[in-house]
């Protein structure tokens, strides 16, 4: 369960950081914008080119990191849940395994009580006729 939530807890971290990237680059484009109005130096020009460049490479690695994080997340849900079942049919066949033992312990029980009432009533005989 713990795993999960840390396999959860860094797809959200992941996702976030794509988040800021995206504005990042959202400002840098409307930056680019207010330099574009007035006169711009070419080097200057060719920095925001690349800049915005670089970050359309690091959102596409993010989206790359984030679609391999929700496959860890799936693959770690997948694995909890095989696990619960798995504990869940150990505690149906230890249940089971109790209500059996509870018929036999009750069956023994019964026969011993069978026996005993066989040999009372052998004793009752033995002494009703013997005292006749």
């Not at 990237?21 to 914008?33: C, K, M, N, P, T």
């Not at 330099?35 to 490479?57: C, H, I, P």
Request: aromatic share 6%; no cysteine; glycine share 4%.
């Amino acid at each position: 369960m713990q795993k999960l939530a840390h396999e959860i807890y860094v797809l959200a971290e992941h996702r976030k950081y794509l988040g800021d990237i995206q504005r990042q680059r959202l400002e840098l484009v409307e930056s680019l914008a207010v330099y574009k109005r007035g006169t711009m130096q070419a080097a200057m020009l060719s920095f925001y080119v690349e800049s915005v460049d670089q970050k359309d490479w690091q959102i596409a690695a993010q989206r790359n990191a984030i679609a391999a994080q929700e496959n860890t997340v799936e693959q770690v849900r997948m694995a909890l849940l095989e696990k619960v079942k798995a504990r869940k049919i150990v505690e149906r066949l230890k249940e089971k395994d109790f209500i059996a033992y509870t018929r036999e312990e009750l069956r023994k029980r019964q026969n011993e009580d069978d026996e005993q009432a066989v040999i009372r009533f052998k004793q009752n005989r033995i002494n009703g006729l013997g005292a006749g």
